[in-house]
């Protein structure tokens, strides 16, 4: 049985136990769901085009796959966010050895800043995409969680404040509620996401 809906980002543990079974589609699918904008996100950011970056996503999750058999995960000796960095790490490498071996192109220049603009897969500036993106990734899932845990009209009111930066009277004219109310929302729905996080960086570091 699938995991619950509210759990956008299951348990590591949990999660890599059922991969290992390549039958259990609810579960590959809950992995790329999970996991593909975080790939194609640092992939892009390194430099890679749009296509590059799609099959740096699609070769990524089949690495992913041929690990499961024998894969134990043991966060004494590493997290899974490190991990999965690494498989990252090697399927981009991959595309710039790739691009390395097709001929250049007659704009010398052009080509120039392409390769100017390549993060180096081995260099600490992937790991830093990498952690751009995971915290990215951490905060949209809260945030979908603690909305689904809110009055809709609660987080309307923090998203208007916060977000489309709507003067705090005219986020209070809009809904039909005092000043105190607005700021009331912003303070209690930014602590929800901000424990929300917490406990993500728990079941996924």
Request: glycine residues 2%; proline residues 3%.
């Amino acid at each position: 049985m699938a995991k619950a809906k509210d759990e956008l980002i299951p348990t590591r543990t949990t999660l890599l136990l059922r991969l290992k079974d390549w039958q259990d589609q609810s579960s590959w699918q809950e992995f790329f769901d999970t996991y593909w904008k975080l790939i194609y996100g640092v992939a892009i950011k390194s430099g890679l085009n749009e296509a590059e970056a799609q099959d740096v996503v699609q070769e990524t999750v089949i690495s992913v796959a041929k690990h499961m058999p024998t894969f134990k995960y043991d966060r004494s000796i590493g997290s899974f966010k490190a991990w999965l960095l690494n498989m990252t790490r090697w399927r981009i490498t991959d595309q710039v050895r790739k691009r390395r071996r097709l001929p250049s192109s007659d704009d010398a220049e052009a080509d120039i800043r392409v390769w100017a603009e390549m993060v180096d897969p081995v260099s600490d500036c992937l790991e830093a995409l990498w952690e751009a993106e995971w915290e990215k990734s951490l905060l949209e899932a809260a945030i979908n969680k603690v909305k689904r845990r809110l009055d809709p009209q609660n987080y309307q009111i923090f998203d208007f404040y916060v977000n489309k930066e709507w003067p705090p009277d005219k986020v209070a004219k809009t809904f039909g509620i005092s000043i105190g109310k607005v700021y009331l929302a912003k303070h209690r729905v930014t602590e929800m996401i901000a424990e929300e996080v917490k406990k993500l960086e728990k079941k996924l570091n």
